[in-house]
């Protein structure tokens, strides 16, 4: 008892961690001071962990934007690794549209931009809609991802919103797969996905997103995702999730 007394006394983030854990977030109690006066805490002053002790390292992706009229469609992809990721390295694998806005049920392969991802950081790409010829580039530079045919044909990624598919590839291999909705596609590498598809993208009172449950799992099924209250484009999915039943 003394010594949980003494590390009390002489550690307020101790303190607080017990007395979160007892009570939830609140004030924190000043009656027994430290050396170093603490403000009181607050429920809105919680402490937010940016990201988690994992034991995936690899990219993934981390949430598919719900297609809206006049807007890019986007998709985020984070860095889970402790080591900086060459994007160019890897491509992303999902359903397409042509620039005269013809939309593919089939898939194909865009390469990302010639850029690092630092760890525990994310990286959001987004379709482009614009007749600007600087957005459609094999040699990408930017954050669009586009695709140049061999027969001049342009092409960007074309999500939908009862079905699809996301594919992170290296070397012609999965790294992170996805499919939702009313979609069977299977995976490059055999046993990167089990069962059934995530739910379809859709909520009905605003525009929202796919993301995966944080914090972050990969166990390659519809268990790591849920469709959200609120899209998190380029930030930790930390909100809570739509409730579909």
């Known amino acids: 008892m003394q010594y949980i007394k003494s590390l009390l006394q ?11 854990a007892l009570f939830g977030c609140g004030q924190l109690s000043q009656s027994n001071p430290t050396s170093e006066p603490q403000p009181p805490f607050y429920l809105s002053q ?25 807007y890019q469609d986007w998709i985020e992809i ?26 593919q049920n089939s898939l194909t392969d865009f390469v990302f931009p010639n850029k690092w991802l630092e760890p525990y950081s994310y990286y959001v790409v987004f379709a482009t809609h614009s007749t600007d010829r600087n957005h459609w580039s094999n040699d990408l530079t930017t954050d669009y991802l586009t695709k140049i045919q061999q027969d001049n044909t342009m092409y960007t990624l074309s999500l939908q919103k009862t079905r699809g598919s996301v594919e992170l590839l290296r070397n012609d291999q999965t790294v992170d797969f996805v499919r939702y909705g009313a979609n069977f596609e299977a995976p490059k590498t055999a046993l990167h996905w089990q069962g ?8 009905p009172l605003r525009f929202s997103s796919l ?26 999915n930390d909100i809570d999730p739509y409730d579909l039943a």
């Open 10 to 20: 002489n550690s307020y983030l101790l303190r607080l961690l017990l007395v979160n």
């Open 46 to 70: 919680c402490p937010v962990v940016h990201h988690m002790p994992s034991t995936i390292h690899h990219l993934l992706i981390t949430e598919i934007g719900e297609p809206q009229p006049g």
């Open 78 to 103: 984070y860095n889970a690794s402790s080591e900086p990721l060459l994007l160019s390295e890897y491509t992303l694998r999902t359903q397409y549209q042509s620039q005269y806005g013809e939309k």
């Open 196 to 203: 059934g598809s995530a739910p379809a993208l859709g909520h």
């Open 211 to 236: 993301m995966r449950k944080y914090p972050y799992e990969d166990t390659q099924s519809s268990y790591d995702w849920v469709v959200s209250s609120f899209a998190t484009k380029g930030g930790i």
